[in-house]
């Protein structure tokens, strides 16, 4: 099958890269985005995320002429879509309405001997729903769930799974699990990823690739939540629980994961919820370790009011009003300005909310505040917060902090929720 062009339905975090990647092998990749300013930016050979190296392959693809931007859909061979998938309010159900505005937009443009993978880590069973959508658009064509193999439009799943960071590499060296919603459709689409992964392709069926990617991630949220209980644990027993780690993983077996404030991202904060919702009975040990790692930025801001309680006690002439609390990190792993479902970013936004204080954001991956904190916090170089901060909060490991000496932190309260400094 000859892709000539290909469409990138969502220019974020996954879907920039993934265009990128696409254009470095010289084939034509129209980007889809509803952000106008990340459309311009891109066109102008610039990128509007942070991911090392992704700048150097953008400009490149779009000096060449293999890289082009918009805002409204065109035709091509094969549409990824990459939208977000988030939760319905404050409930944990799956949001699919960024799907089916996709699926919806891509509609129009579609011709037989199209393909269209679905991208976003979704809830089981989504991707026939797409399908559904596709299908009500466009009545002229046929689809897998009525003509399975003789359909004019091919369907399938390919999650991602690639690390921050690294996006660029994984894209490449990963294996990817490819599920289509006939053969033809996931050979179809083995096919078109063949043309930069050099990991294997395994095909399967869309529903098993959808809960293989949902699976992944509550693996590893099972794991931090345990990681996450030890500390509290640990911290009751007055035990040094990177210490107890770090030992207990000289277990030719053991090898437990680092604790932190909590979990987040667009994966492992939000992937274990589809599988709850739609297996509430039996996912009780994924629904637990949710709640232990959603719980953990409650006992880390318990923490903080004990650090400020302690600096008062020390410092009887003043009151709260005269502590300055840093918190040091926003995004929700080290080293990169993704913001999305982080646990820091939550810590710092109910300390704004308690805290009669001053309190400074230090976040060097980032130019400006959200929005919501804007108005309420101050972003601020290391130096200057650590010139300012009475108490000062590790919420991300970022490179920058790591490299701290003890003696810059000296004579300030100190909650290290990352065992940097307090190993």
């Known amino acids: 099958m000859q892709f000539n062009t290909i469409s990138i339905v969502g220019l974020g975090y996954i879907g920039l890269p993934t265009a990128a990647v696409f254009a470095s092998r010289k084939v034509k990749v129209i980007g889809v985005d509803v952000n106008q300013r990340a459309v311009d930016t891109i066109n102008r050979g610039e990128i509007h995320i942070v991911e090392p190296d992704l700048d150097v392959v ?12 918009t805002t409204v859909p065109e035709p091509a061979d094969a ?10 309010g404050d409930r944990h159900d799956p949001d699919l309405s960024y799907i089916e505005s996709a699926a919806k937009v891509v509609a129009p443009v579609l011709k037989k001997g199209d393909l269209v993978i679905l991208e976003s880590t979704s809830p089981v ?5 797409m399908a559904e959508w596709l299908a009500e658009a466009r009545s002229d064509l046929t689809f897998p769930q009525t003509n399975g193999e003789e359909s004019d439009i091919r369907i399938a799943h390919c999650p991602e799974r690639v690390l921050p960071g690294q996006v660029l590499r994984e894209l490449v060296q990963n294996d990817r699990i490819i599920g289509g919603m006939t053969p033809k459709c996931s050979e179809a689409a083995r096919a078109l990823y063949k043309t930069f992964v050099e990991g294997e392709c395994v095909t399967t069926n869309a529903r098993t690739a959808e809960m293989c990617k949902l699976t992944e991630n509550s693996f590893r949220d099972v794991n931090i939540a345990f990681a996450n209980e030890l500390s509290i644990i640990c911290d009751k027993l007055d035990i040094s629980v990177w210490e107890l780690i770090r030992l207990a993983n000289r277990h030719p077996r053991v090898n437990i994961l680092q604790p932190g404030p909590g979990v987040g991202g667009h994966c492992i904060a939000v992937d274990p919820w589809f599988i709850v919702s739609k297996t509430p009975e039996q996912a009780r040990l994924i629904r637990t370790a949710r709640d232990v790692n959603d719980s953990k930025p409650e006992w880390v801001l318990n923490k903080v009011k004990l650090a400020v309680a302690e600096y008062l006690q020390a410092n009887t002439d003043k009151t709260a009003k005269d502590v300055t609390i840093a918190c040091f990190g926003l995004a929700f792993k080290p080293d990169i300005d993704d913001l999305r479902e982080s646990p820091a970013l939550n810590i710092t936004q109910q ?16 130019d400006e505040l959200p929005d919501t904190l804007a108005s309420k916090l101050s972003l601020r170089s290391i130096k ?27 004579n300030r309260k100190v909650v290290d929720t990352r065992g940097v400094w307090c190993k």
């Open 58 to 69: 953008v400009r490149t693809a779009v000096k060449e002429g293999y890289l082009r931007a």
């Open 79 to 88: 549409f990824l879509i990459a939208v977000p998938t988030p939760f319905k």
């Open 125 to 129: 069973g989504a991707t026939e729903q």
């Open 351 to 366: 300390i704004v909310d308690i805290h009669p204080g001053p309190v400074l954001a230090v976040e060097p991956n980032i």
């Open 384 to 410: 200057a917060a650590l010139a300012a901060a009475d108490v000062i909060v590790l919420l991300v490991d970022h490179k920058p902090f790591r490299e701290l000496l003890p003696s810059e932190l000296e």
